[in-house]
């Protein structure tokens, strides 16, 4: 099973800028999906971005034309720029993937493989 390790979290203030990783090691099928979800205290979890092994990519209505997902498929890693980063945007980050389709859904209940998250926090 492919194993997802993420990187990047902290603190930063409004308006800055953050930069995550996910790191799937492990990763032996070229045909996936990956990116981020997220997950504020009391809320369900969200899609932030998804990238697929065809190049094509989705994002959450709340950070398009803030953030940006990109891939090495060489490397296997995921990155995620966000930028103008609000308060809103306080939350645990997840790295997820599913092997085996090109197909990028919002539900996160269609994603197998999740990282333990790192988490992001805006200040005002």
């Avoid at 945007?89 to 085996?100: E, K, L, M, P, V």
């Amino acid at each position: 099973q492919v194993q997802l390790v993420e990187s990047g979290g902290g603190l930063v203030q409004a308006g800055g800028s953050l930069r995550l990783s996910c790191a799937a090691q492990g990763r032996t099928n070229p045909v996936y999906v990956m990116g981020w979800f997220r997950q504020r205290p009391g809320k369900e979890r969200e899609l932030v971005a998804i990238i697929s092994s065809r190049g094509i990519t989705s994002y959450g209505a709340s950070v398009k034309g803030r953030f940006t997902i990109s891939s090495d498929k060489v490397a296997n890693t995921v990155d995620l720029q966000m930028n103008s980063l609000q308060p809103e945007d306080t939350a645990n980050y997840y790295c997820i993937t599913r092997s085996g389709t090109t197909v990028i859904t919002a539900r996160a209940d269609e994603y197998r493989t999740w990282g333990r998250g790192t988490q992001v926090t805006v200040s005002s």
